[in-house]
């Protein structure tokens, strides 16, 4: 096999770390979009023209989370099962959110009445809230461990609850994701729409901009003085068969930073949250620039959870030592050769997929656009 298991290992990192930022970078401006729906667009045309900005393209976007989903199925088993049973309710909640989103796409333009439309735009604009904090939320849970251990044939025990996953820590990612997501969602937008709509969108992902530096920085400050962090403190075996169970992990406040210490370019990943952010902040009414630069905010804010925690993939409230890291959590060798393979397959297929409909669908949405062809768009 031209590559060992430790190589492998990494490389599924760095693909499921790429995988989580092409979700939240192209799925994340069409549930920004509709999170905004109500307040960017105030009359039926208004919001009609606002939902066929992200109208075409959503549903392709899926695929990422579906490629991240997967990805974390085939190639990390443990943690799969782990986060999915321990988020079991959380995640019934993000299906439920998945449902609404394409019946409100689909059905509110299917009846005249406006009480009908308004409901449906509701129900989409607080559906997308939710799918962000919910994600959010996952994260900063994440980030602190969540209580789970494994018994001697390595099955899973999750000993919390719902409810306390949404604790202060946690809720404050969920804010923070809600609010990257609609300035991403508001400055693609603006890219797409014209007058009031644009002006509008561009002027709320300016307002969104300035609380993601916020509270980007108060969750950096409260990871290095009130969050306690995780260090693997025996030497691995990196080739070593996965096994959660033949490890030393210590606790302390203030051990996520460990990593920048140790690799100061890591400091490049928050410094990418920050510039992105206030990039947007001063130049929000250059709409296609911003977006970029909410695009890579988004990319250092992802980068920066990744790097802190690195080789942690889910830490261990319970029991540290149980935790599961790069190194004790993957499947073997020949699954992870296997898939990489025909990820190098399909992924550049998808890309070019996804990179030929957005040129077809390029140009801004108009009022023509929509009476112009009354029953062909949203």
């Known amino acids: 096999m ?15 770390g790429i995988l989580i930022i092409g979700f939240a970078v192209m799925d994340g401006f069409d549930i920004g979009a509709a999170m905004l729906l109500p307040l960017v667009a105030r009359t039926d045309l208004e919001r009609r023209i606002t939902i066929n900005t992200v109208g075409p393209v959503w549903e392709g976007n899926q695929v990422w989370f579906i490629l991240g989903g997967g990805a974390i199925f085939a190639a990390w088993p443990s943690l799969y099962a782990v986060s999915f049973s321990s988020f079991y309710l959380a995640m019934l909640l993000l299906l439920f959110c998945f449902i609404i989103r394409p019946v409100a796409f689909k059905y509110r333009s299917k009846m005249p009445a406006l009480r009908w439309r308004y409901t449906w735009d509701y129900l989409l604009a607080v559906s997308a809230l939710l ?38 820590f946690a809720l404050l990612c969920g804010l923070l994701s809600a609010f990257m997501l609609a300035m991403h969602g508001g400055l693609y937008v603006a890219v797409k729409t014209t007058d009031r709509i644009h002006q509008r969108a561009y002027t709320i992902s300016r307002s969104c901009a300035l609380l993601v530096i916020i509270l980007f920085a108060i ?77 890579i905010s988004i990319l250092g804010i992802i980068l920066t959870v990744g790097f802190s925690m690195f080789p942690f993939l889910l830490p261990s409230t319970t029991n540290p030592n149980m935790s599961l890291i790069v190194w004790d959590a993957s499947s073997s060798q020949s699954t992870l050769f296997i898939m990489l393979v025909a990820t190098l397959i399909l992924l550049p297929i998808v890309l070019m997929y996804t990179s030929w409909v957005y040129y077809v669908l390029r140009g801004k949405v108009t009022a023509n656009d929509i009476t112009s062809d009354e029953h062909g768009v949203y």
């Open 2 to 16: 031209p590559l060992t298991y430790p190589e492998l290992r990494i490389i599924w990192w760095l693909l499921l």
């Open 131 to 168: 799918t962000a904090v919910v994600f959010g939320v996952a994260i900063g849970n994440v980030l602190q461990g969540i209580p789970f251990h494994f018994d001697q044939d390595l099955r899973a025990f999750y000993t919390g609850n719902f409810f306390e996953l949404f604790n202060t």
């Open 219 to 295: 969750g950096g400050i409260w990871i290095a003085k009130g969050i306690q962090g995780y260090q693997v403190s025996n030497a691995i075996d990196f080739a070593e068969p996965s096994n959660p169970l033949y490890k030393t992990v210590t606790q302390s406040v203030g051990a996520w930073l460990n990593n920048y210490h140790q690799y100061p370019y890591f400091m490049l990943a928050p410094a990418l949250g920050f510039f992105g952010a206030i990039i947007v902040l001063l130049f929000a009414k250059f709409s296609r620039f911003a977006f970029l630069s909410s695009g």
